[in-house]
C-alpha cells in the first residue's frame, strides 16, 4: 500500500479549502469595497502619485487578518501595509484595491486581488471585480475560472483584428510609450487602456484582450493573475521574451499569436 497516499490526499483537501477560502476572502473584502463605492471616507496621496482610500486600508486589514489567523506560518505581502521581514514559503501578495483611481471615479474596472506564491512563484490567484461581480480565479496545473467557468485566451492572430491592452501611466517613460505606440498600433486593431492591471491580465485570460504590454508595475498588481492569465493558455515574458521572475516589473502577455512580433518592437 502506498503510505503516501492519505498524506497526499490531505495534502488535496487542505489545497481545494485554500481555493474556496481564497475566493470567500476576496469576495468579503469586495463587499466592504462596495460598501465604500462613490461615498469614500478618506482618500490620501502617496508618495509614488497613488492614491490611497479608507476602502483600501480596510479591506486590507480584513484579508490580512483571516489569513494570519487561518495561516500563521505564512508570510505576507500587501500593498499598503508592506511585507514581512521574513519570508516564508508560502507568501500572500495582496492587492487590497487594484484600480483605486477608477474605483474613486466610479469606474467599475477594480478589483481584489490575492494570489500566493509558493517559493517565489505565484501558484493561486484569486481576482474579484466587486462592482461587475466576476471573479478569476487558477491554481497552476488546474485551469483558469471566472464565475465557475473554465476560461481560455482567444486564438486571433494579427490579420484576426486583435484588441491590445496597455498597462502604464504615461507619465513615466512617456519617450518610450511615444515611440512604441505607434508601433503596437501596425500590430493590432484597437489599444484600450483601462487603468486596472488586474483588468488586463483576466479579461485576455478569458479572450477578450488577445494582448497586453505593461511597464512599471508591483508584483502585488501581477500575482494573483499572472495565474490566472497563464493558466487560461497565456505566453507570459518580459520586454526580452524571457521567461518572468518575480521581480519582474515589465511584462509582454498574450495568446501567444502575437507574441514574438510585440517582442521585436518591446526589446529594442
Ligand atoms: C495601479 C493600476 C494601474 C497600473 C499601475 C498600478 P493601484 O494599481 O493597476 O492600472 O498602471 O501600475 O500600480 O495603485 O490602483 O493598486
Ligand atoms: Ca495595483
Ligand atoms: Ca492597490
Known sequence: MDKNKGKNSDKGKEKGKMMEFTINLAKEAGRLVMENYGRIKTKERKADDS???????????????KIKERYPSHSILSEEAGGDKKISDHRWIIDPIDGTRNFIAQIPFFSVSIGLAKDNMPYLGVVYFPALDEIYYAEKGKGAYLNGKRIHVSDKGPKDGPVMAYGANLQKGTEWHMRKIPEFLKLTDRIRMLGCATTNLCFLAAGRFDAFVGRYGFIWDYAASLVIAGEA??????????????????????????HDELIKITRS
Open 51 to 65: 492614491f490611497v482610500t479608507n476602502a483600501d486600508k480596510e479591506a486590507e486589514a480584513l484579508i490580512i487578518s
Open 233 to 258: 493558455g497565456a505566453r507570459i515574458t518580459d520586454l526580452n521574451g524571457q521567461p518572468y521572475t518575480i521581480d519582474t516589473k515589465d511584462f509582454v502577455i498574450s495568446n501567444g499569436k502575437l
